[in-house]
């Protein structure tokens, strides 16, 4: 009995039958929700040997289709928890009278399954007698021709250690496009981005995220498309290529998800403006490290700009009337998000990633509006806008809060503290049109009509 990582164990499973999932053409997938605990006392190395038992034989017995991992809570507390582990396929399915036996030593289903796959039938029978040791029961379902789902549960212990967790701060409002013709990884893909709180939309195949990408291109564009490369009519290279040609989705951001021992050019990825490929099947920590690492070479001009000139850059202009706007905000995504909306509007802006940093940048530029995230380090929002608001004789610039905070009386606090009006995230940009047409001088109002 022993603390392990219940993630890093299930991630090592996966990838053992990766390849003869891959051989054989399925799709192999796993997904820990995040209200299981990952980090857990108990003996790793038997949770290993039923789960592969499990996963080998749903990949032995499926010809197409997708075998499935999923681990879910069924009860805990502060010392233990009781776990459920399930393994879906979509194999040869099972008979009921085939079932009965399955978990009796030396016995398999009828003995056409021992000529046509080999085995002893022993498998099942030690993993009973393990999850029986673990507290534990295990069964299964079965439809002929349609599938099986075997399951157990098990007892853990709780280490006295905190749980770790993954740092997904800086991915906090970035939105992506997940394209998948399976709908089990899209569902896992989108529980990953809900996780890091990023926006997620899905599309099934590469017609339907050229059409999404195109649709969201003007109001409210996708930051990054993470496709998979095997799909029928157009693959993930051929979408990739379309993307990278359309004046409108060229500057989306290319992640590609492929099989292992599908062999992709590095040259022909970089022509068709892929900038990371990650293993499938996808592991959780693999994927934020290869987002983090994709979002941080794009950004890396703006750390070179910001090391050489000792200040924020000033986004390009649209606007034909001058029109002074800052925005507060110290994750970066954010920063990206609002400053592309605001010049989809015609506008330029200057950032902050601090309240320290708004009050430098005031009393070097005469601000018309400032839009002030409330949770910032060293000096947040809230009391930004209150050092402002008694150092102003009269009351401009005009500050609009951007928060995430969706809760009752948040709107009321921002109020009391300042500010004239409020968004939240994710900011659309229409909602930000209306804001800029309240509140900015009626010369830039007509400007941004115009535009």
């Known amino acids: 009995i022993i603390d392990f990582d219940l993630r890093e164990a299930i991630d ?3 990838d053992l039958f990766a390849a003869q999932a891959h ?8 997904y820990i929700p995040p ?6 006392r108990g003996d790793p190395g038997r949770v290993r040997q039923i789960v592969n038992n499990l996963v080998g ?6 010809n197409q289709g997708e075998v499935v991992v999923k681990v879910s809570l069924i009860s805990g507390s502060d010392k233990q928890v009781s776990l459920r582990f399930e393994v879906r396929d979509t194999g040869i399915g099972i008979e009921l009278d085939g079932q009965k036996r399955l978990f009796e030593a030396f016995s398999q289903a009828d003995s056409s399954t021992t000529r046509r796959y080999g085995g002893t039938g022993l498998g099942l ?6 999850v029986q040791l673990m507290n534990g029961e295990i069964g299964v379902h079965s439809v002929p021709s349609q599938g099986s789902t075997f399951w157990f549960t098990a007892q853990f212990e709780l280490p006295h250690n905190a749980t770790k967790q993954v740092n997904s701060k800086d991915l906090r409002g970035l939105h992506v496009l997940i394209v998948d013709d399976n709908a089990t990884n899209r569902e896992i893909l989108t529980h990953y981005c809900h996780l890091w709180k990023l926006r997620s939309e899905c599309a099934a195949s590469g017609e339907e995220a050229l059409r ?3 649709f969201t291109a003007t109001d409210d564009p996708f930051e990054l498309a993470i496709l998979d490369m095997q799909m029928p009519k157009m693959d993930g290279l051929m979408l990739a290529r379309a993307i990278k040609e359309d004046p409108l989705t060229k500057n989306v951001q290319l992640m590609m998800l492929t099989s292992l021992g599908h062999h992709l050019d590095p040259e022909e990825l970089k022509g068709a403006g892929i900038e990371s490929c990650v293993l499938k099947p996808v592991q959780q920590a693999r994927l934020l490290e290869r987002l983090t690492e994709v979002l941080s070479g794009s950004m890396s001009k703006w750390a070179e700009t910001v090391k050489a000139s000792g200040k924020l850059p000033r986004v390009p202009t649209a606007s034909r009337l001058p ?21 989809k509007l015609g506008y330029a802006a200057d950032l902050a990633c ?3 940093e708004v009050l430098v940048a005031m009393k070097k530029t005469p601000y018309d509006i400032i839009f002030m995230d409330c949770q910032m380090p060293e000096l947040d929002g809230y009391e930004t806008t209150r050092r402002i608001r008694a150092e102003q004789r009269v009351h401009v610039p005009r500050i609009i809060a951007m928060t995430a905070n969706a809760i009752r009386g948040e709107e009321e606090r921002c109020l009391e503290a300042g500010m004239d009006d409020y968004l939240s995230k994710p900011v659309r940009i229409d909602e930000l049109r209306s804001t800029l047409d309240r509140w900015l001088p009626a010369s830039a109002r007509h400007s941004t009509a115009a535009s």
Do not use: H, Y
């Open 12 to 14: 090592n499973i996966m």
């Open 23 to 30: 051989s054989k053409g399925l799709e192999l997938a796993a």
């Open 35 to 40: 209200d299981v605990p990952t980090n857990l």
């Open 57 to 62: 034989n749903a990949v032995k017995f499926t």
């Open 125 to 130: 029978a030690i993993s009973k007698r393990l």
């Open 212 to 214: 999404l990408l195109r």
């Open 323 to 343: 029109v002074n706007i800052l925005v507060a905000e110290d994750n970066r995504i954010n920063q990206m998000v609002a400053l592309g909306l605001l010049q």
């Open 354 to 356: 601090n309240g320290v």
